[in-house]
């Protein structure tokens, strides 16, 4: 529903698997994307893909995979692994549907999707919890990006992205979000707003990783 519409607009789409399973745990999932970032950026020649305009996009787990591989960046132990060391995981755009970006706030504390994440209890380690937490890594270099959430998301609440766009405007980096009111998690599965954030996409990648004339 995503990459072949893109790919067909003319950008080269990859998609990126990443360890699930315990005991791979954090932060393996992140050192899987940026190895991706890092073998496209590598094989940038073969696969005519522009090394200087590379853009992440995920949903819900994804989507908090995406936002760390945007704002981590120089923190070695992410980008461990996987071969292409010294080859940039940097990006210029990202985009977030309705991903977690604080670990540390109530919703994410005895939640058992995130404590099979980490491993632990925020009781036994809230500083892991901030450390797999993007806003913890949010300075004014972070790349543009582009934000869809429902308003009344179960799963991750749109305080979440609530709190990403403040903090993204403080630091004055490019961002929009599409506040979707009444809508919940993976509400872009419903054909109409479907082709509502494909439209917000394609305008925000336009201005962000515009294609070659």
Known sequence: ?????????GYVVASVEYRTEAPERFPGQVQDVKCAVRWLRANAEKYSVNPDAIGVVGWSAGAHLALMTAYAVNVPEFDAGGGNEGVSSKVHACIDFYGPVDLTAPYAQGN???????????????????????????TAEAPPTLIF???????????????????????????????????????????????????????????????PQ
């Open 149 to 211: 959430h429902g308003t009344v998301d179960s799963l991750v609440p749109v305080s979440e992205s609530d709190a990403l766009v403040a903090k993204l405007k403080e630091l004055n980096v490019p961002c929009f979000m599409d506040r979707l009111g009444g809508w919940p998690h993976v509400m872009d599965a419903q054909m109409d707003i479907n082709a509502r954030v494909m439209h917000f996409s394609s305008a925000f990648l336009k201005k962000f990783l515009p294609l």
């Open 112 to 138: 058992g999707i995130v404590e099979g994440f980490l491993g632990k209890k925020y009781s036994e380690d809230a500083a892991l919890y901030a450390k797999a937490s993007p806003l913890s890594y949010l």
């Open 1 to 9: 529903y995503y990459a072949l519409p893109f790919a067909q607009k």
